[in-house]
């Protein structure tokens, strides 16, 4: 009796995905979602990237935590527009959520929205928040196993950005052994170590999200 009903919550936030999809889409905004474990880097890399792309793009983040607003408040800092979302011990953010939060934005002047889920490598894989791309991200201390154990995650992503570079001299962590687990469970994803408090790698990421942001400018 429980799979009739996690159908029609799956498929609820699927019909308002699509309006998101939609309504991005007439507006031009790239949409990515980011996902990771708690402490992976994902607050780290938007504040570097806020502020190293200020002068290229307009963008603004939707925060997903489970209690605080203390991501949003380190984002705000860049002086990015962003918005938080309490899931009050939810895992996830869904498509209703992110629908709401859209009202706390302009969208008038955006160029590319980011989407910080929670830190959780299993539920938000599961809800669509209205993205063009899903954007992994695993640090080195994590263990390089986390594809093999998590693959719908790394399955979804186009990126995955291995944060935290920095620390590779001091952990047991095989970038290319990470790698190889993700591109066989996903021939297509773009591998990208990076080190977001040294600033390694980044011009690669940054590059990505150029091309990704000419793509959706330049759609039909």
């Known amino acids: 009796m429980q799979i009739p009903v996690v159908r029609n919550i799956l498929e609820a936030n699927d019909r308002i995905a699509g309006q998101l999809k939609k309504m991005f889409a007439e507006k031009k905004i ?17 504040e570097r990237t806020l502020r190293d792309l200020a002068g290229e793009f307009r963008m603004a983040v939707i925060e997903g935590d ?6 949003a408040r380190r984002v705000a800092a860049t002086g990015a527009q962003a918005v938080q979302i309490n899931t009050e011990g939810g895992c996830h953010l869904d498509g209703s959520m992110v629908m709401e939060a859209l009202g706390s934005l302009d969208l008038t002047s955006l160029d ?3 989407v910080e889920n929670v830190g959780n490598l299993v539920c938000p894989a599961e809800f669509s928040v209205g993205e063009d791309h899903n954007v ?14 998590y693959p719908l995650l790394f399955h979804i992503s186009s990126v995955l950005l291995l944060n935290k570079t920095d620390l590779l ?14 591109t066989a469970l996903n021939a297509g994803i773009a591998v990208l170590p990076v080190s977001c408090r040294a600033g390694d790698g980044l011009e690669a990421w940054y590059d990505w999200l150029r ?10």
């Open 136 to 149: 992994a991200l695993l640090s080195v201390t994590e263990g390089d196993d986390k594809p093999e154990k």
């Open 112 to 114: 590319i929205l980011f």
């Open 211 to 220: 091309a990704a942001r000419a793509a959706k400018a330049g759609a039909a």
């Open 30 to 46: 790239l949409v990515l979602n980011l996902m990771s474990s708690p402490g992976a880097g994902k607050t780290s890399l938007l």
């Open 169 to 182: 001299p001091y952990v047991d962590f095989d970038l290319g052994r990470a790698s190889a687990h993700a």
């Open 66 to 71: 489970l209690q605080t607003d203390n991501d």
